[in-house]
């Protein structure tokens, strides 16, 4: 006698035949053509400091549907499980210890912002798989060890980094990283702060400034960029490339002989990105103090971030100071939230404008 045959429960596709297993998330997402990441964020309604389209959701609760996908309610309870520890990843070659260090502020608003929320730190450094920033499929194995892990840095793995978010491991980077899907970050607001020098230096009369930065595609440098050609857009200077100087090597390629080309040809005010090299700015005051420019009289200087610890001890720049304390206790929220399943979202955190001492009215105004 044939069985009678099962009936499906209302808005789900039957399973395949023969199949017995349950649908994984995996499938899910395979079928939907997205991450596993994705996945989760729509199934979970948690944004993880991304943006989930509209069509990108269908997609996912069509393949649900087709799918017959439930949650594994043994896998959430082993999700829940927890030892209270979270990762912190640097991506510097050497973990800092200078308190002068530009990552030694950020590591402090974490450890702060951790012990309040009744965490201890892991730190992870790459020293076991060949050094910060190794890279290969085990490179960041090991922050498993702990919850969810904060990483730090300008140029992380981000394959790596997406291995980890579409297996659902709770990741934050600190810094913009919004190029990967899924992938939870927390940032300063850089394009507002840079757009601010340069109305700041366009009140003080400048009209020709040019910006250096270092030659590559770092979400920060490019915000910082944004912002430089946005307020020069809004004062009504020119813009466009010959507004920016960029190169791989500033140190190198800017030279007394070019600043002086610049200052021949009307531009008053020259501007620097901060990154964790430093090398934008050393360069600029390097070549300013060869050529014998003396700040603000003879030309201003400002700079988007902190100077490096070899040159903090001269003039103040005119710039913004990024507020690393905050931004490590607003990843550590995140980080913490991501771990307890909740919804994770952070604002862009608001640089302040610093005065200093090197910016003035140009010289044919005094």
């Known amino acids: 006698m044939e069985e009678p045959r099962k009936r499906a429960r209302p808005g789900r596709t039957p399973a395949p035949p023969g199949r017995t297993a349950r649908p994984r998330q995996a499938e899910v997402a395979r079928l939907a053509g997205v991450s596993q990441a994705t996945v989760s964020l729509v ?22 549907r087709i799918l017959g996908y439930v949650p594994d309610p043994a896998a959430s309870r082993l999700a829940a499980a927890r030892n209270n520890l979270l990762g912190v990843f640097s991506f510097t070659s050497t973990f800092p210890t200078d308190v002068q260090h530009s990552y030694y502020p950020f590591l402090v608003g974490v450890e702060q912002e951790a012990a309040a929320r009744g965490y ?8 076991s798989t060949g050094g910060a920033g190794a890279a290969g499929p085990q490179a960041l194995n090991r922050v498993r060890l702990a919850d969810g892990c904060l990483f730090l840095g300008r140029h992380a793995p981000a394959d790596e980094l997406l291995r980890l978010v579409d297996d659902g ?20 607001d850089y394009v507002s702060a840079s757009k601010e ?7 003080l009369g400048h009209r020709r400034i040019v910006l250096v930065r270092e030659d590559d595609e770092a979400a920060a440098s490019t915000d910082r960029e944004h ?12 813009g466009g490339p010959a507004a920016v100087f960029r190169s791989a090597d500033p140190e190198h390629d800017l030279t007394a002989e070019r600043l002086r080309a610049w200052l021949d040809d009307g531009v008053t005010a020259f501007v620097a990105e901060e990154t964790d090299t430093g090398d934008a700015w050393r ?7 060869f050529v014998g420019i003396d700040c603000p009289r003879d030309a201003s200087l400002a700079l988007l971030g902190s100077p490096p610890p070899d040159l903090s001890d001269g003039p103040t720049p005119t710039g913004f100071d990024i507020p690393r304390p905050q931004l490590g206790a607003a990843a550590v929220r995140m980080l913490a939230a991501l771990v307890a399943g909740e919804q994770a979202t952070e604002p ?11 910016a003035g009215p140009p010289p044919a105004q005094l």
């Open 348 to 358: 862009l955190v608001a640089c302040a404008f610093r005065p200093g001492t090197t």
């Open 227 to 238: 912002g430089f050609l946005k307020g020069l857009e809004e004062a009504g200077l020119p």
């Open 43 to 64: 199934l979970g309604a948690r944004k993880q400091g991304a943006t989930i389209s509209e069509e990108t959701r269908r997609k996912v609760l069509d393949a649900v």
């Open 283 to 289: 360069a600029l005051h390097g070549a300013a103090h």
């Open 169 to 188: 491991f709770p990741v934050v980077h600190l810094g913009r990283r919004d190029e990967l899907e899924g992938l939870a970050w927390v940032g300063a």
């Open 120 to 127: 201890d730190l892991v730190l992870f450094t790459g020293s």
């Open 197 to 203: 020098v340069v109305t700041h230096l366009a009140g």
